[in-house]
């Protein structure tokens, strides 16, 4: 089974831009597609962005298009999350996970089959 470790966390000023890692460990890394998920305090956790077995598929949120761009790198089992132009809503925690569907319905957190054990990213002036 694949494990997962986030890195890359930490706290920044609204405007700034940080980088999270997910490095997975196990069996066939690039034949597994991963998302990344958010949880802020008292709210659902959601589904941010996704990128499919090749990198030929991405999907985003509607609230972080054009800000976060997710890539991956099969060499090193590692798949990034880039974000820019942080806003303190941003401040959450963030897992990546590898989820049951590889397309439509990614974003559901209940069809998710392994989680990572996050990195929060805090957004303040």
């Known amino acids: 089974a694949q494990v997962l470790a986030e890195s890359g966390g930490g706290s920044v000023q609204p405007g700034g831009s940080l980088r999270l890692s997910c490095e997975v460990s196990?069996?066939?890394?690039?034949?597994?597609?991963v998302g990344w998920f958010r949880q802020a305090p008292g709210k659902e956790r959601e589904g941010v962005a996704f990128?499919?077995?090749?990198?030929?598929?991405?999907r985003y949120a509607e609230s972080v298009k054009g800000r976060f761009t997710v890539s991956r790198d099969n060499a090193e089992n590692t798949v990034y999350l880039q974000m820019a132009s942080l806003k303190p809503e941003d401040t959450a925690m963030y897992y990546c996970?590898?989820?049951?569907?590889?397309?439509?319905?990614?974003?559901?957190?209940?069809?998710?089959?392994?989680w990572g054990q996050g990195t929060q990213v805090t957004v303040s002036s």
């Open positions: 996970a590898l989820p049951e569907l590889c397309g439509s319905g990614w974003d559901d957190g209940r069809r998710v089959l392994t």
């Open positions: 196990g069996y066939g890394f690039s034949s597994i597609c």
């Open positions: 990128i499919t077995t090749s990198s030929s598929g991405t």
